[in-house]
């Protein structure tokens, strides 16, 4: 479990957060973006692996990137759960314009790529996004390494911990007493 101190204003919590599955350009360690990639045969089963997790944890609404990775992921879990998946493109990991299809390496802190989002324009996307999650209930978000990024940003939890492994949910929560946020990764 991560603890953090402070929390923020907006997202009163509790709710779980769930990267897609694992793509090709995962296993090669590319830039995937906004391209339209879907998941290996590995990503089915952690998705499917990821519904058995959820099942019975209270899950009321589920929302999803477009991208078909993340939808692709969603599915099985809304399956289990029987609820319909709210699709927010907002949610779409970060646009790296010509870097899409490249190496991760290219990356560099401050650096917004030829037809790519800066850091604070994709922050702000995904804070539209979150903001339009219904915390009535318990949601369950199933997005992006970089979706996940802001959000844990969004709560004051520490950045070295910014990497979410695939299909792998998260249960984050405010802390009774002091109200830090607590990030919780299920099935580990």
Known sequence: MIETPGGIEGIPGPFYYLRHGETLYNRLELLSGWREIDLTDKGRAQAQRA???????????????????????????????????????????????????????LRRPGFTPEGGESWEEFSERVNRAIMQVSFAGLPLVVAHAGVYRVI????????????????LPVYLERRAGDGNWTATPLGV
């Open 152 to 167: 844990k940003s969004r709560l004051g939890l520490p950045e070295w911990e910014a990497r979410v492994d695939n299909a």
């Open 51 to 105: 519904a058995g997790l959820l099942a019975g944890k209270g899950i009321t609404h589920i929302y999803s990137s477009r991208l078909p990775r993340a939808l692709e992921t969603a599915q099985p879990v809304a399956e289990a759960l029987g609820l319909d998946i709210n699709v927010l493109w907002e949610l779409n990991e970060r646009r790296y314009g010509v870097l899409e299809g490249r190496s991760r390496s």
